[in-house]
């Protein structure tokens, strides 16, 4: 309760929040660069295309993937780091066939790119994110706007979409916990086909509680698969009129729900209905989440990937540049459970970040970015941040100095 009155001090009504500044006791010890990454943790969806000869295998596993992306997001309740002004981090996993790197480009808005590559040559996966926040009362809501793009070298084939809203409840009172709502769409661009995703708000009885149901469509808009699934669980495929006939019996059997607590003024509670998935006959699994490790709900409900990612092993030091997030002093003071200098710290980065905008505008000098430009995404044709290339080439001359 304590850090519910800290934290509504600190907001007025409809202020943007990324504007003010927050005790960090709601962080999570990563920055906003770093849970780009966890988009990556299911990638062997991905690779597994490269073998497919079906489309609509093709595009089933890229719903699948444009789902689990967002599944490590369950019960993440921290805020993640804002990222400052040229930050960058990166990730290499052989073991997984990709690398990544992103920038922060833009600080108002606060912009994100990400370019990600397969180390066999099978796919490109990149974008550029813009998590707009809206404070509601007792919920904030992040509308991720930015467009994300997936293309198939080998089959010559490029995906685009956005991820759907995200909402964390009772801000102020109440048990936190994660909503994610909204249409993601999913866009072939070589046939204009589609995959519309509907990730389910709750709703006031709680059954649609993570829910996520689409189909896969051709361009004259025929259904040629549904899929299923929770993004906290798993996601099914099957075809459109086994899915009909199914439905339909379960409605016939299904008996009116008890009302839970929705009318409560102090708090909107997560609803206690937590059923899984109820499988249709004939459906294929196109993925599953996997169990989170044991000491997880001590560290802020991260997966086995997420608590890999502020590692820094032997020899990495040497060769990463130093605007890569892992030498933030303020996230890694914070993981070191140092929370007083991890509170001084950001404070100190975000005054130094004031003070070098303040001297640039003096100069009348603009802040050019590193490994990204502003561009024309080519299959949207809307503007988009494109990776200049070269970060790998590991020749990290003239950085800013941030931290
Ligand atoms: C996607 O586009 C390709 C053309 O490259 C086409 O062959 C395929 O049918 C489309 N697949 C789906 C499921 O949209
Ligand atoms: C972790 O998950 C538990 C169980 O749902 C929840 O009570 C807790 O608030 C979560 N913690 C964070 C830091 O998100
Ligand atoms: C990904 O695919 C490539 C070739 O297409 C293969 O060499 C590699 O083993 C795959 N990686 C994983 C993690 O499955």
Request: with cysteine.
């Amino acid at each position: 309760y304590l850090l519910s009155s800290i934290f509504s001090f600190y907001l007025n009504v409809k202020q943007e929040l990324s504007k003010i500044t927050m005790p960090i006791a709601f962080n999570e010890p990563l920055s906003f660069l770093q849970r780009i990454t966890e988009y990556m943790e299911h990638t062997y969806l991905i690779n597994r295309t490269s073998s497919m000869s079906d489309s609509i295998e093709r595009m089933r596993a890229v719903a699948a993937f444009a789902v689990s992306a967002v599944a490590s997001q369950w019960d993440r309740t921290g805020k993640p780091f804002n990222p400052l002004l040229g930050e960058t981090y990166e990730l290499i996993r052989e073991d997984q066939d990709f690398r990544i790197v992103s920038e922060q480009v833009s600080h108002h808005p606060p912009v994100s790119a990400f370019h990600a590559e397969s180390l066999a040559g099978d796919f490109v996966f990149h974008g550029s994110i813009y998590p707009k926040l809206k404070f509601w009362g007792k919920s904030v809501e992040a509308e991720p706007k930015g467009t994300i793009t997936l293309e198939l070298l080998k089959h010559r084939e490029a995906y685009t979409w956005s991820n759907p809203n995200c909402c964390v409840h009772n801000v102020i009172l109440g048990k936190l916990w994660i909503e994610q709502y909204g249409t993601v769409e999913i866009v072939n661009h070589s046939t204009g086909d589609k995959c519309v995703l509907n990730f389910k708000p709750c709703g006031m009885f709680g059954k649609e509680l993570h829910k996520v149901e689409g189909y896969i469509q051709d361009k004259s808009k025929k259904k040629l698969a549904v899929i299923y699934g929770k993004w906290t669980e798993c996601m099914w495929s099957v075809d459109p009129q086994a899915y009909e006939v199914h439905k339909k019996s379960e409605k016939k059997g299904d008996n009116k729900k008890q009302k839970n607590g929705a009318e409560n003024d102090d708090a909107d509670d997560m609803p206690e209905v937590q059923e899984t998935v109820s499988v249709v006959p004939g459906s294929t699994l196109l993925w599953r989440i996997d169990s989170r490790p044991a000491h997880s709900s001590v560290m802020y409900n991260f997966t086995n990937f997420a608590m890999c990612l502020n590692e820094l092993e032997p020899g990495m030091e040497a060769i990463l540049p130093h605007t890569d997030c892992r030498f933030r002093p303020d996230i890694r003071a914070m993981e070191n459970s140092n929370m007083d200098e991890a509170s001084k710290e950001k404070e100190r980065l975000e005054e130094k970040q004031r003070a070098a905008r303040k001297e640039r505008a003096k100069r009348d000098e603009e802040w050019s970015t590193r490994w990204f430009q502003m561009g024309t995404n080519p299959y949207t044709g809307s503007q988009d941040w494109i990776y200049t290339g070269g970060y790998f080439n590991r020749n990290y001359q003239d950085l800013p100095d941030i931290y």
